[in-house]
């Protein structure tokens, strides 16, 4: 690494040339990863894998078991004041058993990085020992986020929040590599970005009996189907239309194999995804409504279990507006993609739920590497150039908050 006697505006290009040198070694830790998945809250050896590779890059503030799993938060302390950012990077995997005929399979069994998460730990762990090398012309401080747990519910972010990760944190910011995205692209969206993930099972209690004589029984499967239909008028009809709202039943359980039998019990699942807690809040009460009432219609009971998931990712606009500019300016107008929001959930919406910043997406399909599957799919895999520009991004935002302009 360069002295620090360089002239600032230099520094950016000096530690895109450092990334782009370590890029092998890079890769390697991904494989590394990639082949030792662990899924979440069982993160055990993934955690102790980062801890070992932030103590060699020379950083000694680390706080291991941060929340509720092995969440680890480390700091890299400028040599000089200014504001503390903290860049956040989630580490499980997912039980799903990989078909990817590549060199670096996975040897966990059902186990697999299906979601990037393995280029995203080994992006932050480059970027990193970057940063620590640059530690004393650093105009503020460096939180690093490696979190654990974010595919499972309750997820890693909101107790590493509750635990004080990012309390003197000024800005946060967070990447997801984007297997539809084209490669090396660059994407952001404004304002809410991802939704507020919650889920919900409604259980029907009615009375089973014979087919033949539907007189004497309480149909859970006419309840259910009263109950699927009536849930679609929830948005058309509850919610503000400003306001985008999505209730998904995915599953109606009712029944066995027989043709002649009316089934006692019914069970329907489903989800509920929104941005606006108003919106939120009213389809979590109107839901338990609807089903107890449509129930009570028919002569049935209805028990509502309504889980509330991550909370919706929100960009702040003034933090991204500013990542845009400094992304254009550094990558061109060409690579920097505004995305419509999506209705995917995304627990780093804990993090800007209490501290601004923004949420960014990094492509990596490219049909040449047969990178092109969706994220969960058993063949997922990306473009590994996508931790190349990644690791850019990170390094473009320290420069721009904790190196001064001339």
């Not at 730990?121 to 503020?140: P, R």
């Not at 998931?309 to 933090?319: L, R, S």
């Not at 590497?369 to 799919?377: I, V």
């Amino acid at each position: 690494m360069a002295e620090t006697s360089i002239q600032t505006s230099t520094l950016y290009d000096l530690w895109a040339s450092d990334l782009e040198a370590n890029y092998e070694e890079t890769v390697a830790v991904r494989r590394y990863l990639h082949q030792h998945p662990e899924p979440s809250f069982e993160e055990k050896e993934t955690a102790a894998y980062i801890v070992d590779k932030l103590k060699s890059f020379g950083i000694t503030d680390i706080r291991q078991n941060v929340g509720n799993g092995y969440g680890i938060v480390a700091k890299i302390k400028g040599g000089h004041p200014g504001p503390t950012i903290a860049f956040r990077a989630d580490f499980d995997a997912l039980r799903i058993k990989e078909e990817n005929n590549i060199s670096y399979k996975s040897k966990n069994d059902g186990v697999m990085h299906a979601c990037g998460h393995d280029t995203h730990t080994a992006t932050l762990l480059s970027v990193a020992e970057i940063l620590a090398q640059s530690a004393a012309d650093l105009h503020g401080n460096i939180v690093l986020l490696h979190q654990h747990a974010e595919e499972v519910l309750p997820g890693g972010a909101k107790s590493m929040v509750e635990d004080g990760s990012i309390d003197d944190v000024d800005f946060v910011f967070g990447q997801h590599v984007q297997s539809q995205l084209q490669a090396e692209k660059i994407g952001y969206a404004p304002g809410y970005a991802m939704a507020a993930a919650d889920f919900f099972n409604i259980q029907i209690q009615g009375k089973g009996g014979h087919g033949a004589h539907p007189q004497d029984t309480v149909d859970s499967v006419i309840i259910a189907t009263k109950i699927v239909d009536a849930l679609q008028t929830l948005v058309s009809r509850a919610i503000n239309p400003l306001h985008p709202a999505v209730v998904t039943v995915s599953t109606v359980q009712a029944g066995g194999e027989a043709n002649n039998i009316i089934a006692d019990s019914a069970m329907i699942r489903g989800t509920v995804r929104t941005y606006h807690e108003e919106a939120r809040g009213i389809i979590e009460d109107e839901l338990t409504t609807l089903a107890e009432g449509v129930a009570a219609m028919y002569h049935g009971t209805s028990e509502v279990t309504y889980v509330r998931g991550y909370d919706a990712v929100y960009n702040h606009p003034a933090e991204t507006d500013r990542f845009v500019s400094v992304m254009k300016e550094k990558f061109g107008e060409d690579e920097v993609i505004q995305l419509e929001p999506s209705m995917g959930g995304e627990d780093f919406g804990y993090f800007t739920s209490v501290r601004p910043g923004t949420f960014f997406n990094v492509g990596g399909f490219n049909p040449e590497y047969d990178a092109t599957f969706p994220h969960h799919h058993p063949r997922f895999n990306v473009d590994e150039k996508a931790m190349l520009v990644a690791g850019k991004v990170f390094l473009a935002i320290a420069e721009d908050y904790l190196i001064p302009k001339d």
